[in-house]
């Protein structure tokens, strides 16, 4: 590009255009150098050309460092930055944790908006959640904005992606399993592998909390487990009697600790596929003999679990937000759907229905 180019743009003579983006041209100790600024806009192109300039004087004539490194970035941040609270700062660590595959070997100024919405992608197509993401990014950002204070950097480049794009979740519809359903998939799936459906229709545990269920969780005279849930949050559950009267069928594997195992008393693995199996052949079972038939998960039993929490008024909405594990009471209301509008009333009461409750967790022997 000609000088006339450059005059009509009215740009400086250390930059140019190429295919629309901006890059850098200047000479230190007799050494030119080319690169690209990676923008289209001229104003932050001039930033960043001041900035990586500064860089190569420094290195080359004044022999200091060079360009900071990301992990000496962090090591800063965090020895700098004053945070909200504990939580918050451990939140990120953990974030920044995730995303040292990516920025270890990195400086500073080499993280670009195109590479942070290739994090993006990477993570999502690793199924990470998109409020996960979002936390990754949050914390990312913390530490570009320190960098862009210390002059490290000239701007932020998380700050040119529109973060609201990776959408918040939507909460996948919740679909019961039928009591029709539930009775033809108990005949088609392995025993040990419909206790630990039941199971959770008896307790509202995840699948994962299910299948490290350990026996040293289990207060017997006090009947609760307690669980290390999602986020590692510890809770304690009552037990009712068929919860324990599964538990007690469930043989042991000396020196093992799971109450549900296989092989030599080790944990079982690849429940949703072999799940999906099952409800193929329990499916292609009742379309032969014209019954109605609906697949549904392990999961689903955890929604069983909730609706008929609230319907045989165990306790309020707030108590089985606790029982569930839920870090937002919004994500245990969507089961108030399911509810008459008196059931939903009392779901909302603070007091559970204590009759109902004790005829729930009344022994086999009563």
């Not at 289990?218 to 669980?227: F, K, N, P």
């Amino acid at each position: 590009m000609g000088d006339a180019d450059q005059q009509e743009y009215g740009m400086s003579k250390n930059l140019y255009l190429r295919n629309g983006i901006f890059w850098a041209r200047f000479k230190v100790g007799g050494v030119e150098y080319r690169e690209s600024l990676r923008t289209r806009s001229e104003k932050v192109a001039e930033r960043r050309l001041k900035i990586r300039r500064e860089e190569v004087e420094d290195k080359a004539l004044f022999k200091i460092a060079g360009p900071t490194s990301w992990q000496s970035a962090v090591v800063s941040w965090n020895e700098n930055v004053s945070f909200g609270s504990e939580r918050t700062f451990n939140r990120y660590v953990s974030s920044l944790i995730q995303l040292r595959a990516w920025l270890d070997d990195k400086n500073v100024h080499e993280i670009t908006p195109e590479m942070v919405r290739d994090i993006i992608k990477a993570r999502r197509r690793g199924g990470v959640k998109n409020a996960t993401i979002r936390r990754d990014m949050t914390a990312l950002s913390s530490v570009l904005n320190h960098c862009a204070d210390e002059g490290w950097i000239g701007e932020n480049p998380i700050e040119s992606i529109n973060l609201r794009r990776v959408a918040a979740e939507k909460f996948v519809p919740i679909v019961l399993p039928t009591e029709a359903s539930i009775a033809i998939m108990s005949r088609r799936i392995t025993s040990r592998m419909w206790d630990m459906f039941e199971f959770t229709r008896e307790t509202g545990l995840r699948l994962e909390e299910t299948t490290t269920l350990r026996h040293t969780s289990i207060d017997r005279a006090g009947r609760t487990i307690t669980i290390k849930g999602k986020g590692s949050k510890v809770r304690t559950l009552p037990l009712t009697a068929k919860a324990v009267t599964i538990i007690d069928r469930q043989p042991r594997y000396i020196g093992k600790p799971l109450v549900f195992w296989r092989g030599e008393g080790e944990p079982i693995k690849d429940v949703s596929t072999r799940t999906t199996r099952y409800m193929v052949t329990a499916a292609r079972w009742a379309a032969q003999r014209n019954m109605e038939f609906e697949p549904f998960s392990h999961h689903g039993m955890r929604h069983l679990f909730a609706v008929e929490y609230l319907r045989d008024r165990r306790g309020s909405i707030y108590d089985l937000q606790g029982e569930m594990g839920h870090g937002s009471i919004s994500t245990t209301e969507r089961y108030l759907a399911f509810l008459t509008p008196e059931q939903a009333k009392a779901a909302k009461s603070s007091v559970a229905q204590k009759p109902a409750r004790e005829q729930r967790f009344a022994s086999d022997d009563a």
